[in-house]
């Protein structure tokens, strides 16, 4: 359990507007516009009663994990006016609903996965935004592409007319130093720019980089971050 004190709503709306800060002062101090970095509020676990005080403090982007946590969610959030963005691994099973409940999803790591989210998306009409996830530490235990295939799934999903690529995501290995995560988000950036010009031939711009969490957004921000997903700094800890 959250304790209390953590996830009443005056002590959120601090925090949130704490991580804001945060956000515009790296912004400024490494020469970038504010406004191309947004903060992705990481809701997972989080019941909607202390969700709708989150939105009510500012947070216009939210980010869920797990499919049916956020089916229920969005249901009794419906009166809210944010976007929904989805950051846990997604079964191609559940694209029906990735597809119906997310403005953004930020995990799509194969070609097979984005036929399913093309195929949901055609039925309801919709252009499904995604991020392609990169597997920046090549670690068995995560999710992601290898940085070597990222071109080629590219090229795969260019023919899926309900699907639109916007950039990629990255959870690279955990360090409790940001300066050890920093490469790894420099290299995100570097696959981004390195396949910018050949997906702009397939009318797909990689501008969005999703990377950088509570613990090293600021490093990601320097990196080239434009969506930072961020959960504890704002909620306390999860249980
Ligand atoms: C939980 C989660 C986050 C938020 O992490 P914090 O350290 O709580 O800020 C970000 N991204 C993903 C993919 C997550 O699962």
């Known amino acids: 359990m959250i304790h209390e004190t953590e996830t009443n709503p005056a002590d959120i709306s601090q925090r949130l507007q ?47 994990n797990y499919i049916q946590e956020a089916r229920e969610k969005c249901r009794e959030l419906s009166d809210m006016p944010v976007s929904w963005h989805f950051i846990g691994h997604l079964q191609t099973n559940k694209a029906k609903y990735a597809v119906k409940l997310f403005d953004v ?55 899926y007319p309900h699907i639109s690529v916007r950039g990629m995501m990255a959870i690279p290995p955990f360090f409790d130093a940001p300066e050890r995560v920093r490469p790894y988000f420099r290299q995100l950036r570097e696959l981004r720019d390195s396949l910018q010009s050949t997906a702009k031939t397939m009318g797909i711009s990689l501008t969005e980089l999703s990377m950088g969490m509570t613990g090293d957004f600021e490093a990601a921000i320097e990196e080239g971050a434009t969506l930072v997903r961020i959960g504890t700094a704002i909620f306390g800890e999860r249980s």
């Open 18 to 64: 704490m991580v804001q800060r945060r956000i515009v002062k790296t912004c400024v101090n490494c020469g970038r516009d504010p406004d191309s970095v947004r903060l992705v509020t990481v809701t997972k676990t989080m019941p909607a009663s202390v969700v709708r005080n989150a939105i009510q403090s500012g947070a216009a982007t939210l980010g869920e």
């Open 105 to 159: 999803i930020h995990t799509v790591d194969s070609a097979h996965l984005a036929a399913a989210l093309n195929h949901e998306a055609q039925k309801i009409g919709k252009i499904q935004p995604i991020l392609i996830q990169v597997n920046v530490g090549r670690e068995l235990s995560k999710s992601g592409v290898a940085p070597e295939a990222v071109h080629q799934l590219i090229c795969d999903i260019a023919e």
